[in-house]
């Protein structure tokens, strides 16, 4: 997505890093949508933020 950082690999420890030095932003490790362990995770982004609730409001509204 346009609003989370490029990520190289799969990120599977909290440890901060930038698998993608050319591209803005680092491995965003703490995004629900992130391949990493649930204790890392605790926010999504703007966009999915968005996405979520045009959703909720489109099924469920």
Avoid at 4 to 22: K, L, M, N, V
Avoid at 43 to 51: I, K, L, N, P, V
Wanted: net charge negative; glycine share 6%; with cysteine.
């Amino acid at each position: 997505m346009d609003d989370t950082p490029a990520e190289a690999s799969p990120q599977f420890f909290c440890i901060e890093r930038d698998s993608c030095p050319g591209r803005p932003g680092v491995d965003p490790i703490h995004d629900f949508m992130d391949y990493v362990d649930d204790a890392c995770m605790f926010q999504f982004t703007a966009g999915q933020e968005s996405r979520m609730r045009d959703q909720w409001a489109t099924y469920r509204g």
